[in-house]
């Protein structure tokens, strides 16, 4: 069994643009993430033992669009350290998420799903750029516990994003060749 939270919570926080409408410092924000992580912890220490929890870091996914900006870099010292989930889904599609120096906290034997094809348009990615990328990743997270999908959904409202039928497939089918040339051996 398997329950993916959706959480837009965290890159509200990781933006330092919505700080002021939160009336956020880091004091308050270091407060506000332990604040939440204990809910979620509290909330998913009635979990049952055959049952894998993921949390979607999303930053929106409106038509193409998104809602915040941001690095990890504020919310990872709580989220990923603390949080006790199997996986955490994090978008990596674009500058707006920053580097992978904060998965640093994850801890080791959490999955992290590295979403770096992107869901907002239907240009394919370049299969030997997104393998750079997960090699950078592999540097702060070990390898065998990182995957590889698209961002988001393809269709997170019923206005979907601004892509044909045939380029969500082309991104699905770049995914698969790229997780193949890169976990051959895992």
Known sequence: RNLQLDDCTWTLYADKNMWKGFGLNEEKLKAICEEGVELNNRVLDYRKDDMVINTHVCRGNFHSTYANVGPYDPVAPYLFAKEKVNAFYLEYDSERAGGFEPLKYVPEDTTVVLGLITSKNGELEDEN??????????????????????????????????????????????????????????
């Open 129 to 186: 750029a997104i393998i750079r990328r997960i090699h950078q990743a592999a540097l702060v997270h070990p390898l065998d516990k990182l995957c590889l999908s698209p961002q988001c959904g393809f269709a997170s409202t019923e206005e979907g994003n601004k892509l044909t039928e045939e380029q969500q497939w082309a991104k699905l089918a770049l995914v698969k060749r790229i997780a193949e040339r890169v976990w051959k051996d895992c």
